[in-house]
T-cell receptor
Framework: KAGVTQTPRYLIKTRGQQVTLSCSPI?????VSWYQQTPGQGLQFLFEYFSETQRNKGNFPGRFSGRQFSNSRSEMNVSTLELGDSALYLC??????????????FGPGTRLTVL | DAKTTQPPSMDCAEGRAANLPCNHS???????VYWYRQIHSQGPQYIIH???NNETNEMASLIITEDRKSSTLILPHATLRDTAVYYCIVTEAGGTSYGKLTFGQGTILTVHP
């Protein structure tokens, strides 16, 4: 079974631009979560989507947004990029339908560099 | 904030068992203990989870103390490919934890030849 895929794998942007990252979950998985990983803050939860609805949200500014499509694929968008947004952005999928058992399968991540 | 405490680093000889401890003294009754690892430049990988009983799978064993305030992940025969950051995570079943894993700093396990 194919794993979680993320595109693009690497991205370079400049301050003030916006960026959209894509995630395709494992077939049959309906929950998609996004994380940001930086050397200083570690792995931090951004948000989670299930059945096209955001169910959970981390402590990030409104510049960070996401959505999920009917086929469970998800995108996240960062507007008005700042230098501090340089990070590895990870997507994870899960069969989780509400039982809260968080066995998540992670993609390889998108490495975003903001210049 | 993460609800777990782990040593920042540990070493292990190849072929020996690696025992990674985790303290979670404030764990509540409906919270599970999860272990993930992250090999350099890859996404985290699920290893194992448990509620109160000891668990074993093809990758590792999880030993949870009777009071559930601490646990140990055991890699029975460590290999060089097990060198990674290991995260112990406590998360509740459902509620506000939908899809959310709270990662701490983890333990950097280095397996030596």
């Amino acid at each position: 079974k194919a794993g979680v895929t993320q595109t693009p794998r690497y991205l370079i942007k400049t301050r003030g631009q916006q960026v959209t990252l894509s995630c395709s979950p494992i077939s049959g998985h309906r929950s998609v979560s996004w994380y940001q990983q930086t050397p200083g803050q570690g792995l931090q939860f951004l948000f989670e989507y299930f059945s096209e609805t955001q169910r959970n949200k981390g402590n990030f500014p409104g510049r960070f947004s996401g959505r999920q499509f009917s086929n469970s694929r998800s995108e996240m968008n960062v507007s008005t990029l700042e230098l501090g947004d340089s990070a590895l952005y990870l997507c994870a999928s899960s069969r989780n339908s509400g039982t809260g058992v968080n066995e998540q399968f992670f993609g390889p991540g998108t490495r975003l560099t903001v210049l | 904030d993460a609800k777990t405490t782990q040593p920042p680093s540990m070493d292990c000889a190849e072929g020996r068992a690696a025992n990674l401890p985790c303290n979670h003294s404030t764990i509540s009754g409906n919270e599970y203990v999860y272990w993930y690892r992250q090999i350099h430049s890859q996404g985290p990988q699920y290893i194992i989870h448990g509620l109160k009983n000891n668990e074993t799978n093809e990758m590792a064993s999880l030993i949870i103390t009777e009071d559930r305030k601490s646990s140990t992940l055991i890699l029975p025969h460590a290999t060089l490919r097990d060198t990674a950051v290991y995260y112990c995570i406590v998360t509740e079943a459902g509620g506000t934890s939908y899809g959310k894993l709270t990662f701490g700093q983890g333990t950097i396990l280095t397996v030596h030849p």
